[in-house]
């Protein structure tokens, strides 16, 4: 979808830009598009001369309660703005569902490269590929070393039990989302319950970290910023790295390719290994990753949930952009793969 003046879907230009100009001094003369990638809340380029602004908001339709809270996403990018974390620069948060029927915000748009598919990966070097690899696991392990407490986030989440806790919710969603039945997640739900570690210790947690939910400099190669924050909360540590390790795709891993969600973005020479990834951050944080394998069914369980809402928008004619017609093949995958994930841990 290239740049237009005209409405978009979710994003009604007059009453967009009466509320932009109040309160950004923006001219009315401004384009804006839908920016591809994620599955989830939306995400718009508005551009107006030479200034460039990033606007986002919840989806159209098929919302789970308690999901795509703007408020909260606001709420962690400016806390966590004065750290060494990479997070866009906030400039408003609307409140007011007049403007374009949910709350949203506006932050500034980060220049440079997100890489989200194959065709992308293979523009960098294999020493890029290998730089931002390890940049991606520092970046995480800046995350995970902020004093909650100091930044203002103390508050954001309750502490320990978050991996007992992620079981519930993402169950609940599962429940609430789910367009089949399907034995193996049943399973994979009640195994889960048994085998999630009581875990005590509590940094935020970004919920969906991965290499294309970043904004990347290629030279130097760095992580310029870490992108959408709307499961962010108050949690375990690992379960992060587990959800960042979920999304790779090493290069020996077949099945790894039928679940679309960044399928073959990180095959390619130069890029870690899920082990090496694992490695840099025990190295960097000093945490024991001995019960990783069970984090690590537990993130499948969670992008298989998040799967099926995103399957279940698209067969209600309510998901904008591209590549949704294939998410729903890869929940039994994850599913599967879970329960194999615990029988080895």
Known sequence: MSLTRKDLPGLPRESVATYLGRELGLDSDWSAEVISGGLSNLTYRIEAGDQRLVLRRPPLGHALRGAHDMRRE????????????PVPEVLALCDDEKVLGAPFYVMREVRGL?????????????????ALSDGLVDALGDLHSVDV?????GDFGKRGGYAARQVRTWGKQWQNSRTRELPDMDRLLARLEEAVPADEETTVVHGDYRLDNTIVNTAPPRVLAILDWELATLGHPVVDLASMLTYWHDRDDVERGSISVAAGLTTLPGFRTTTELAERYAARTGRDLSQLPIYLALAAMK?????E?????????????????????AVPVLAARGLRLLDGA
Do not use: S
């Open 74 to 85: 606001h709420r962690a990018l400016v806390a966590l703005g004065p750290t060494p974390v």
């Open 114 to 130: 997100v890489v989200r598919d194959a065709a992308e990966a293979g523009e960098l070097t294999p020493e890029q590929r290998a």
């Open 309 to 329: 809402g995103v399957h279940a928008r698209h067969l209600g004619g309510l998901a904008v952009g591209e590549g949704y017609d294939k998410v729903g093949t």
């Open 303 to 307: 992008l298989a949930a998040i799967l």
């Open 149 to 153: 407490d100091a930044v203002g986030l």
